[in-house]
């Protein structure tokens, strides 16, 4: 097995961030209302069982061993509101050595051609294969196929399927409304970050670090295994069903 390249983040402010983060974990989910994060996190977790039960309709092996992130966003759904807005929110973590980092929670807002949902609710799954995607994944307020490309995950474990998409783009998404997955284009999708949500679970620590993604890059840096309970279940997802890193 290959090692994951060492992401270009400066060592020192993530280290002292890292451990600020994980300091703050414990006091600040006390008295917090954590049942819609903890359901989210256990929610991102079965979205990816599903993605990868069905062998022949999953996103080729080659394409989950070169993934650097992977963010699941269940329940994407049609605002309505006149302007016809789209929103989601879910959980996105790296690779960290052998295991997965402490994940950030991230939203999806809007989205154009490729996207259309109807009425119904989306389960969104973005896989990660450039190799600044914690970068990416740290940023807020951009649109996806904008700075950072997209395709439609391919699917399927046959030879084609896992050689094609090669060097198509730097995310590959899918997305299931009822049904099995199937590749989407979400270009035109703005990409955030659920700064409230992650405040409330990691910490004051992170609200400037929000601000300068400092703090969110910090996060990605440290090791699932210390990020707080309740978002135990979509790492052990991660953990058990995306094959050991390989790079390209």
């Known amino acids: 097995m290959n090692t994951l390249p060492f992401f270009r983040v400066h060592p020192r402010p993530v280290v002292i961030a890292a451990a ?3 300091m703050a974990c414990p006091a ?3 008295g917090q209302d954590t049942e819609k994060f903890t359901e989210r996190a256990k929610r991102a977790g079965e979205v990816l069982s599903e993605l990868l039960s069905v ?8 394409l989950l061993r070169e993934a650097t992130c992977i963010a699941v966003v269940p329940g994407v759904v049609q605002a309505g509101l006149g302007i016809g807005g789209r929103a989601g929110f879910g959980v996105a973590s790296c690779r960290h050595g052998a295991g997965w980092s402490a994940p950030t929670f991230v939203g999806l807002k809007g989205g154009s051609v490729g996207f259309q949902i ?5 389960d969104v799954v973005l896989v990660f ?3 600044n995607a ?3 994944i740290a940023a807020s307020g951009f649109n996806i196929g904008g700075q950072v490309s997209v395709a439609a995950g ?9 050689t094609d998409y090669r060097a198509r783009a730097e995310i590959y998404s899918y997305s299931k409304t ?3 997955f199937a590749g989407i284009s979400l270009a035109g999708t703005k990409w955030e970050i659920d700064t409230k949500a992650n405040e409330e679970v990691y910490g004051s620590t992170l609200k400037r670090g929000d601000k300068d993604k400092n703090g969110i890059a910090a996060l990605l840096s440290t090791d699932g295994a210390s990020a707080p309970a309740l978002l135990q279940p979509f790492l052990i997802a991660l953990g058990k069903l995306v094959p050991e890193y390989s790079s390209p």
């Open 129 to 131: 294969v450039n190799q």
């Open 118 to 122: 109807g009425g119904q609710a989306a």
């Open 154 to 162: 391919p699917v399927g474990r046959n030879l084609s399927a896992e």
């Open 134 to 136: 914690p970068r990416t």
């Open 20 to 22: 600020l983060i994980v």
């Open 28 to 30: 600040a989910l006390e």
């Open 178 to 180: 009822k049904g099995l």
């Open 55 to 62: 062998p022949d309709r999953s996103p080729p092996e080659g």
